[in-house]
T-cell receptor, first 113, second 114 residues
Framework: GNSVTQMEGPVTLSEEAFLTINCTYTATGYPSLFWYVQYPGEGLQLLLKATKADDKGSNKGFEATYRKETTSFHLEKGSVQVSDSAVYFCALRGYNYGQNFVFGPGTRLSVLP | EADIYQTPRYLVIGTGKKITLECSQTMGHDKMYWYQQDPGMELHLIHYSYGVNSTEKGDLSSESTVSRIRTEHFPLTLESARPSHTSQYLC?????????????FGEGSRLTVL
């Protein structure tokens, strides 16, 4: 079945540091890939997405590229801010729109001033 | 901004009480979901629905039940709450036929059973 593996946290960085959160997946066909973010006390929000190989999703300075050859969708940001402190979830939805989402376990990011 | 609402946001109740967590969306989405989020953050799908009068069990067994009488409404009920039900419950919806079929989440209902 489909699965998502995500780097273990927590991750602690200083403000303006470079961020990478690794995500790899296992799926048949061509899934859509997503990064969701959860701020303290809130539900999940879509951060970015990519629906086909080599697509790059971007939002709020975050980027991730759909790499089919390495089955990866790593999240990156060049300069993190304290306000980026949150939990980040990598997720996929199978090529069939009716399929349910599969989420990674989440990575908690703390950014220190 | 997503138009999906959950009430209550926080609930503290005693063991044995019946509770209903409400979830409503105004986007006309057919598919709706309930996730349970444990303290370690991981999400577990406990129920979903393809549309009116459809309910399915998710990947994680749950003692809760759901109903879907109207497209916009997907309440979750616990007949007799126990401390093991203490958790964060997240409702979500999606339009599977849309361009990306992304999930939209409510803000969550945090349940504490004493």
């Amino acid at each position: 079945g489909n699965s998502v593996t995500q780097m273990e946290g927590p991750v602690t960085l200083s403000e303006e540091a470079f961020l990478t959160i690794n995500c790899t997946y296992t799926a048949t066909g061509y899934p859509s890939l997503f990064w969701y973010v959860q701020y303290p006390g809130e539900g999940l929000q879509l951060l970015l997405k990519a629906t086909k190989a080599d697509d790059k999703g971007s939002n709020k300075g975050f980027e991730a590229t759909y790499r089919k050859e390495t089955t990866s969708f790593h999240l990156e940001k060049g300069s993190v801010q304290v306000s980026d402190s949150a939990v980040y979830f990598c997720a996929l939805r199978g090529y069939n729109y009716g399929q349910n989402f599969v989420f990674g376990p989440g990575t908690r990011l703390s950014v220190l001033p | 901004e997503a138009d999906i609402y959950q009430t209550p946001r926080y609930l503290v109740i005693g063991t044995g009480k019946k509770i209903t967590l409400e979830c409503s969306q105004t986007m006309g989405h057919d598919k709706m979901y309930w996730y349970q989020q444990d303290p370690g953050m991981e999400l577990h799908l406990i129920h979903y629905s393809y549309g009116v009068n459809s309910t399915e069990k998710g990947d994680l067994s749950s003692e809760s039940t759901v109903s879907r009488i109207r497209t916009e409404h997907f309440p979750l009920t616990l007949e007799s709450a126990r401390p093991s039900h203490t958790s964060q419950y997240l409702c979500a919806s999606s339009d599977p036929s849309g361009s990306t079929g992304e999930l939209f989440f409510g803000e969550g209902s945090r349940l504490t059973v004493l």
